[in-house]
Each structure stands twice: as C-alpha cells, then as structure tokens.
C-alpha cells in the first residue's frame, strides 16, 4: 500500500513538472494531413546532375476542420515532420540541421516564411483580420530527416498550414518512394502518416482512349481519340528518346482499315514508316517529344474475323518502355437493333375491319407495339443499301403515326414512309438507298428510327403480325407488333356434290360463331355468297338460346344469302346456324371445288348486302400512299391493288365448300402442254405463252430443284380452282378429272387418290407459296416426260396424250 501511495505522489509530481504547451491548444483542434504536388521520376531522371536526387515542389499541408480553442487555451503547438527514404536538404548541402524550413499559412491571405532555430517569433499577422497572431515558436532539426516546428497562435476553421518538403532522396532504384509523418501531441491530425510524396517509376507510357466502341462482324469502326502520355515526367521526351518509335498493334481478327492519311494528331506531324493491316508505325519528331501528350485521332478498325463478344486490344510500343495495351472496341451481334418494348402488351384488333371498327362494338385504335431501330454505334448503318419493313400476307397499313428519325436527318418523315410503302408494292415498306444521312462515327448521336404502325388486316387472317427488317447490310431481324382475331369464325365441311339444276340441297349446315359477347353491332348484315354458283332462294338462320342475339330480314337476292342482327348478345357471343341451302347450279360448270364467303358488308365498307356493291369495293384502296383510314371505303380517287396481291381483302370462309365430282368437260386427266420453268426467273412458258409468276422456282439446300405447285398447275391446264389450300393443316390439293392429289408441307410424301406415294423431297413454303420437288410434282400430276438441262438451270414438264 505504502508503494502504491508513493507511486502516485510521483506521478502527480511528474504531471506538475511538465511544460505548459504539453497542454496547449487544449479544446477541440483537428487538422487534417495531405500532400500536394507530389513528384514522380525516372531513375534516370532523379540521379541525373540536373536533379540529383533532390525533390523540390511538394508540400504537407494541415487543413484545421475544427478550431474551438477554451478560453484559458495556451495556443503553441509542437509539430513532428519526419521522412523516410530522404533528408531534408540545405542550400549547398544535403544536411539540414540547423537550417531553414519554408512555411506557408493560407488563411484570409497566402504568407510564405522560412525560419530555423536562430529565427524567433517570425509572425504571419498580416494573414489575420480578426486579431489573431500566428507566429513560427521554434524551428528545430533533431535530425537529417526530422523537423520539429512550434507554431502559436489561434488558427481559423479552414486555415492551411504548409510545411516545405524540399528534400534529398536516400535510395533512387525503381519502386523507391519518398514518405512523411505529420505528427502532434497537441491536436488531432486525420491521415498524417506515411504520405508519399516522391516517387521513382519504371520509365514508362500511359494510352488510353475516351471510351470503347461497338463494331459488328466485318464492319468498320472508328476508334474514340487515342491519347499517349509518359507514366512519369514531365513530357513525351522523358520516356522515348529522341528519333524513338512509336507502334500500334491491334489483337487477333482485327484490322486498322482506312489510309494513313486519315490520321490526326494534336501536336506534330509525326512520319508514318510503315501501314500495315494490324500494325502502324511512326516516328514522332521532337514536337511530340516536347509535348506532355499526344493525341490521335482517324483510326479505324475492322473487325475482319472476330465474333460478336470480341474485344479488340491496342497494344502500344515506345523504344525503351514497357508495352502497354487498351482495349478500343467490342464485337456487337448486329449493327442495327430492330426492337419492342417488351414490357408492352401486345395489341389486340379484329381483322376484317377499318380503323374506325364499323360494324363491331370493339374500340381497339389499331395501333400497333411502337417500334424502335437503332444503331449499336454510329455509323453502323449503312445508307448505300435499301432496307425493308414486310408484315405478313393479309395485314395492310392503314397509317404511320408518332415517327422521330433522330440524327438521320429525313425532313418530312411522313411522305418518306408513303413513298416506301408506294416502292414496296404496298405489302413492304421498302425505304430507298441515300433517303437518309449516315452518322458520324467520330461523334456520340446514334441513329435512330421509332414509328407507330396503323393495321387492317385481311378477314381471313389471324394471329401475330410479326414486323421483318430486312436489307443488304443489316441482319434480318424481327418482332411481334400487334396480334389479330377474327370477329367471327365459320365452321363448315366440304360437299361432293353432283350436277344438279335447281334446288340442289346442300347437305351440312353452316355454323357462324361470334368471338366474343356483344361484338356484332346492331343492324350488321352477313352475307353468304359461293363462287360461280348462287344460292337459290330458300335457307333458314337460327340462333343459340343462350346468347340472347336476334336476327331478322333473312333472304336470299340475286344467289347471296343474307340475315341481320336485330339486337346485340348478352353475356355469351352467339352461335348462328344457316341450315336448308340450295343452290342453282349451272349444268356448265367444269368439275371441281368452289369457296364460300362469308362475310359482312357493312364490315367490309359496303353500304349493303348487294353482292355487286360488295364486289365493287373489295380490291380499292385511298390514292393516299397508305390505305385509307376507311379502309374499302368510297372514296372518289382510288388505287386498284388487285395486281399486287390477288388475295387483297379474301372473305373465303371455306375452300372447296362445293366440290363437283361430275364434270363433262374436264374428263382426261392428262396434260397436252409443254411447260418450260426456269431456275430463278419470276415466269414460266406454257405452251407458246410467257407467263408471269410471283415468286420463282429455286434449287434448295440439299440440291433438288423446287416448282411453284400453283403456277404450274395453272399452267398445265388446272383450273385455279381446283388447286386449294387448307392453312389449318397447311395443305394443297389439286382436283382433276379423277385424281385428287394432297401434299402437307414438310412431308416427304405425296397422296393421289388416298395412296401414298413417297417423295425425293419434302413439301416447302417459301414467300408464302408451297413447292414440290421437281419429279415429285410431276408424277403426282401425271407427267412423266420430264427434262433438266443443268447448263440454263431450266426444268421442262412435256404433257402428252
């Protein structure tokens, strides 16, 4: 116990001893520590005569972010500057003991003073305004590498205390770095240990560019500005010695495409010595050796083989240094970008109908999914090539809404898609080469192209409407827009039927179903119309008991049956069933199939149920350049597309409907023309007559050539209509004489008369059409001569008798 008392009477005769600035600035006082205008060098650099080892420039700095000093606060604070790796130098000398040390207060005004240990009370005063003295106590050097400073005085928040760090370096070898420690019992430094200021790097060169760029498989790209700049030192000089090389290699499956001649540099003109596919070099000249950077600009590069997800890299070499690499482009999958928002739902519409909805109670606006195509990276969309929007057969535009061409500079972007839908026939939109403006593949703006379509649809189609680009030199790419159902469907079965005169009863009903409850409008008429043969006068419409719809005005005029809705469905969509037809049948007619229609006229843009008005309207469109919003409407000024598509606007609800198996005419079932086809060439020559056809015959993936099934049916002899196509099971049957022939697309086999008969190759569609095989097609007509001659690419069926 005794120990223990005496142990603390010394203590607290210990405590009475110690000085007064052991406490003062007693209060709150933070200052936080950095270093500013650090050096870096080349060893080279730091051992030569002009620097030797000495690092002049950098500073410590003390930065107060508190300064609330106690009333009774003595304000002298003792500061420790100590180094590692360096001695702090004297004019004329590498020792510094008891020499002068330069220190600067930055306050309301910036005061420098040097003071040593024979300097007293060198005060900064004039850096106050608010009656503060600050003054240099004391400046000691306990050592070569050890400063110790008093400086007293109440600092202001935000005050800068600055301790010259001008020193001598002990080791110079690369990796070496000179450091400080700012210490102080007084008050509370933030970050005041081993700070760097001085520092010896590998000689060296820095490259960078402002930022990758995007590149598509074979295309061309320019590069963002290339900047090259020396790791340490103060210029270009410091690293690459005088008549030094500068090269620029670029990874595998990359290539620098353009000329020489397309380079530009900030500073100098340096020599291009060699421009080789993967590799530049030059010789950059004393100016460039003078600058403290070098810019390039003009490189392009080409990504000749490289794959999308490929990064090309830079690499860059200067005599005497270290390589350095960077990465400048990455390999994109496609150039263009043809997209939807893909949160969007997508759209609705009843086919059949105009934009205004006329006859249904449906109030879809007919809008499609807006559609975006934009560039990956400027300059990637090349306007030396057309490019084309194609919607499926059966779907027309109605009108383009809400279009912004961005940084493509079309001027009236309205009549530049009238004018495409004019040059694409009306079923594409087909935009001509130079009708817009490439983008600068040395700035940022990207192009880009949005636009609404309005759609109509045929009344037979249904489904999704999937929006196609297409052209030279974009990939083929394509998104759903908009998808449309019928306002109504029609289940009926085939007939075979015989010769008759009048009253021929048709044996199976016709079932008429509506899409949803409450669709039909009130008043809408629906007609029933076969091809060629009218319907006499008797025929009964009934309607389900649940759906609460109501028909009236049943009647058959000039050989079409027609009904109208009296009042809407309620809760369920109706189903209305036509029973008791009969036709008038002329005993002329050849032997085969005949379509039904069903359709509404008023749907339809007819006034009525008169079958002339209804054949009157179907097949016009507004001279607008788009189909008119009233779609078949009555417009005074009209374009006949009739020649575009011979489907425009098809009502046939059911192929084949009728199908004569008695014919007095077309009792042979073979061939006396001579059908020439060639290869690839959009005709065929039948007999002594050229004809015209949509889409060519082709030599498919796995060599057979393939015919056009309808055209060189027609061609042959066949009535058209007697050549039928069932999209639910997406097959072809030809009728004639005795032969009825069926072929399914993808199947490797055809059926005459129910028997099966393999095929050399399988069924195809293409653009919309269904082809045969060469041979196949002709032995399932019954044609056996037939001839290829390999060196005109022609097939020649020879009929005989």
Do not use: C
């Not at 008695?662 to 060439?681: C, H, N």
């Amino acid at each position: 116990m005794k120990k223990f008392l005496s142990m603390v009477m010394a203590a607290a005769m210990v405590v009475s001893l110690v000085p007064a600035t052991a406490f003062a600035a007693s209060g709150d006082v933070k200052a936080t520590a950095k270093v500013v205008g650090s050096k870096n060098y080349t060893q080279d650099e730091i051992e030569s005569s002009k620097v030797n080892k000495k690092v002049s420039g950098p500073e410590a700095q003390l930065t107060f972010t508190t300064a609330d000093y106690a009333s009774n606060s003595d304000t002298a604070v003792k500061y420790t500057l100590s180094l590692d790796n360096a001695d702090f130098y004297k004019s004329g000398s590498a020792i510094a003991d008891k020499g002068k040390l330069s220190i600067t207060l930055k306050g309301d005004k910036t005061v420098t003073k040097q003071a040593g240990e024979s300097d007293k009370d060198v005060e900064f005063t004039d850096v106050y305004d608010n009656g503060n003295k600050v003054k240099i106590a004391s400046v000691k050097f306990t050592d070569n590498d050890e400063v110790e400073v008093v400086i007293d005085g109440k600092m202001d928040r935000g005050s800068v205390l600055a301790f010259d760090l001008t020193s001598v370096m002990d080791k110079t070898t690369k990796g070496k770095q000179a450091k400080v420690t700012v210490e102080s019992d007084d008050i509370t430094i933030s970050n005041g240990s081993d700070l760097t200021y001085a520092s010896v790097e590998a000689k060296g060169i820095k490259a960078s560019v402002k930022d990758t760029v995007d590149v598509a498989p074979e295309e061309v790209v320019e590069l963002k500005e290339l900047k090259i700049e020396p790791a340490v030192g103060d210029n270009i000089g410091a690293v690459i010695k005088t008549d030094g090389k500068l090269k620029l290699k670029l990874s595998s499956g990359f290539e620098f495409a353009g000329k020489k001649t397309d380079l530009k540099f900030s500073v100098g003109n340096p020599t291009i010595d060699s421009f080789e596919d993967d590799e530049i070099v030059m010789n950059i000249g004393d100016t460039v050796r003078a600058a403290d950077v070098l810019k390039i600009t003009g490189l392009k590069v080409e990504a000749t083989s490289a794959k999308a997800g490929a990064v090309a890299t830079l690499k860059v070499y200067a005599d005497g240094n270290d390589t350095v690499s960077v990465e400048v482009a990455k390999v994109v999958d496609s150039a263009v970008v043809l997209s939807v928002d893909k949160d969007a739902d997508v759209p609705v519409i009843y086919s059949g109908v105009n934009v205004k909805n006329v006859g249904i109670t449906n109030s879809s606006d007919h809008e499609a999914l807006e559609v975006t195509v934009k560039e990956t990276f400027p300059g990637a969309w090349n306007n030396a090539k057309d490019f084309t929007f194609k919607l499926p057969q059966g779907v027309y535009i109605a009108d383009v809404q809400s279009i912004t061409a961005d940084n493509m500079d079309v001027k009236n972007k309205t009549e530049w898609f009238e004018t495409a839908y004019d040059k694409g026939d009306y079923e594409t939109l087909t935009f001509k080469k130079r009708t817009w403006a490439e983008t600068d593949p040395s700035k940022k703006d990207k192009a880009e192209l949005k636009f609404t379509l309005v759609l109509v649809a045929d009344p037979n189609f249904e489904g999704d409407v999937t929006l196609t680009l297409t052209g030279d030199a974009l990939k083929e790419q394509k998104v759903t827009v908009a998808k449309f159902v019928k306002p109504f469907t029609v289940v009926a079965k085939q007939n075979d039927m015989q010769i008759d005169y009048r009253n021929t009863k048709v044996p199976t009903d016709v079932v008429i179903k509506e899409a949803e409850a409450g669709l039909w409008d009130k008043n809408v008429t629906f007609a029933l119309s076969l091809d060629k043969i009218n319907f006499d006068d008797d025929a009964k419409v009934t309607v389900d008991d649940k759906s609460g719809l109501k028909v009236k005005d049943v009647k058959t005029t000039k050989g079409v049956v027609t009904f109208k809705v009296d009042s809407k469905s309620d809760d369920k969509p109706a189903e209305v069933t036509v029973s008791g037809l009969t036709l008038f049948m002329d005993r002329n007619l050849p032997a085969g199939a005949y379509d039904l229609d069903v359709f509404s006229p008023v749907m339809l843009g007819a006034a009525d149920g008169n079958r002339e008005t209804v054949t009157d309207q179907k097949g016009t469109i507004e001279d607008k350049g788009f189909l008119s919003q009233d779609i078949l409407g009555k417009s005074t000024s009209k374009r006949v597309v009739a020649d575009i598509n011979d489907d425009f606007y098809s009502v046939k609800a059911k192929a084949g409907f009728v199908n004569i198996i008695t014919a007095g005419r077309e009792d042979t079932d073979s061939f006396t023309t001579k059908v020439v086809v060639p290869v690839g060439e959009k005709y065929l020559v039948s007999g002594e007559n050229k004809v015209e056809i949509d889409v060519p015959a082709y030599i498919n993936a796995n060599g057979y050539t393939m015919l056009p099934l309808r055209a060189v049916a027609v061609a042959l002899g066949i009535n058209t209509n007697n050549v039928l196509w069932d999209q639910s099971t997406r097959t072809a049957t030809v009728m004639y004489g005795s032969k009825i022939i069926n072929m399914t697309y993808g199947q490797k086999v055809v059926y005459v008369n129910g028997a099966m008969i393999p095929a050399t190759a399988a069924v195809e569609i293409t653009n919309d059409r269904m082809f045969l095989g060469l041979r196949d097609l002709g032995n399932a007509l019954g044609v056996t001569d037939i001839t290829w001659d390999q060196a005109t690419k022609t097939a020649t069926l020879n009929g005989g008798k």
